[in-house]
């Protein structure tokens, strides 16, 4: 049973208390360690949400059945790996699922997988390093990479997000998907190419 003591013990010490520490007492029921693995994620796992579904609805939806599953699957959560991939992977597989119902219905988003006022640069960008922080993206290149973002295969869009959003290196993506490091980087190259066919005439145009 959790005392006012244990919670006060937990809650203080957020910024030193490692992942494996508090899944140990979520995995035991402590319902307020597996609280603070939610506070602790949340944020990063939204954010790639909505990269990856371009709706912030549908990123609040993603984030919220992602710590359902995990919840629910703890039990089977390898310790030697880690908890934040572990996460992602959950959360990629739920955001694709509400991406191809989208796909199914006909559906597309016109929302940018970014802020107002992001800056990313597709055009320029290597299909092995994180994009700089270059182009200031109009309504219509907005526009127009949601669009091409929606053409994307399932691993295509994740491997693309992961890297150039999420900044991850090519061996972190391959756990998250569940492939070779080799596949993952051939998926962000097939990306950025397709993404960049899709904006280089709008680029080409204000030159």
């Not at 402590?30 to 506070?39: G, K, M, W, Y």
């Not at 989208?102 to 970014?114: A, D, M, Q």
Request: glycine share 6%; net charge positive; with cysteine.
């Amino acid at each position: 049973m959790l005392t006012a003591r244990r919670f006060r013990s937990l809650t203080s010490s957020r910024m030193v208390c490692t992942d494996e520490a508090v899944i140990e007492k979520a995995r035991a029921g402590d319902a307020e360690a597996f609280r603070l693995l939610v506070d602790r994620h949340s944020r990063a796992l939204f954010r790639m949400a909505f990269r990856m579904t371009g709706n912030t609805s549908d990123a609040e939806d993603v984030v919220q059945e992602t710590f359902l599953k995990a919840y629910r699957q703890m039990g089977k959560f390898d310790e030697r790996a880690s908890f934040g991939t572990w996460l992602y992977r959950i959360a990629v597989n739920c955001a694709l699922d509400i991406v191809r119902a989208r796909t199914r219905r006909g559906e597309w988003t016109v929302c940018s997988n970014g802020a107002e006022g992001e800056q990313d640069s597709i055009l320029t960008a290597r299909s092995d390093e994180p994009l700089p922080d270059r182009l200031v993206l109009s309504g219509e290149v907005r526009r127009r990479l949601a669009a091409a973002m929606e053409e994307l295969s399932g691993a295509e869009r994740a491997a693309f997000v992961l890297r150039h959003f999420e900044g991850m290196c090519l061996e972190e993506i391959g756990r998250v998907l569940g492939c070779q490091t080799g596949a993952a980087k051939h998926s962000v190259y097939r990306a950025v190419q397709k993404l960049r066919r899709a904006l280089d005439p709008l680029v080409s145009s204000v030159k």
